[in-house]
């Protein structure tokens, strides 16, 4: 099985910077993945990581550590827009060789002028 | 246009009553997905497809049934509803194994309610 653990609320300010944190456990790690919801959306993909280290894409970063089973997602210059949910999922491959991709609870950023 | 969608948005409905929700891919995926949001906004898979064949069933109820006419359909029936069905429902689809930064794509959503 899996468990993946993120915070269940942050707020921040417009044009500061925020960190969501997400740690999970899995057998057959195969990549790790954000998505941003917004209220009554869908998810939307927002970055992926699958070596250890720091992918940059645009204001938006998200970090790796396979070891600590660990990563994060930066958000930078945040606008109002950014107020949302940001979930953690982690690919695994399973003993039927294919992939699924399980999700943590989501974080809700409320971003406040 | 729409990549991944689904039929109906919104829908509301008695307890005892069965329902479905259809899906369409027009990506050329070869794998969908049903997942089911909860009012937590715990974002849950239920049912996996590769090719019009079940891959993923995780522990749902019997009164679900999918049905996958093709790789680019996967409906969702649901018998004798429930108040706990409540949720939204969304499909998704992905290239058969998801390699590299292959992920998977949602549906806008089916928002059921029971009465």
């Known amino acids: 099985g899996q468990n993946i653990d993120q915070p269940t609320e942050m707020t921040a300010t417009e044009g500061a910077i925020v960190q969501i944190n997400c740690t999970y456990q899995?057998?057959?790690?195969?990549?790790l993945f954000w998505y941003q919801q917004h209220a009554g959306e869908a998810p939307t993909f927002l970055s992926y990581n699958v070596l250890d280290g720091l992918e940059e894409k645009g204001r938006f970063s998200s970090f790796l550590s396979r070891s600590k089973g660990y990563s994060y997602l930066l958000l930078k210059e945040l606008q109002m827009k950014d107020s949302a949910s940001y979930l953690c999922?982690?690919?695994?491959?399973?003993?039927?060789?294919?992939?699924?991709?399980?999700f943590g609870k989501g974080t809700m950023l409320l971003v406040s002028p | 246009d729409t990549a991944v969608s689904q039929t109906p948005k919104y829908l509301v409905t008695q307890m005892g009553n069965d329902k479905s929700i259809k899906c369409e891919q027009n990506l050329g995926h070869d794998t969908m997905y049903w997942y089911k949001q909860d009012s937590k906004k715990f974002l849950k898979i239920m049912f996996s497809?590769?090719?019009?064949?079940?891959?993923i069933n995780e522990t749902v109820p019997n009164r679900f049934s999918p049905k996958s006419p093709d790789k680019a359909h996967l409906n969702l029936h649901i018998n004798s509803l429930e108040l706990g069905d409540s949720a939204v429902y969304f499909c998704a689809s992905s290239t058969g194994n998801m390699a590299g930064k292959n992920t998977i794509y949602f549906g806008e959503g089916s928002w059921l309610t029971v009465v």
């Open positions: 497809y590769n090719n019009k064949e079940l891959i």
């Open positions: 999922a982690v690919r695994d491959t399973g003993g039927s060789g294919y992939s699924t991709l399980t």
């Open positions: 899995t057998s057959g790690f195969n990549g």
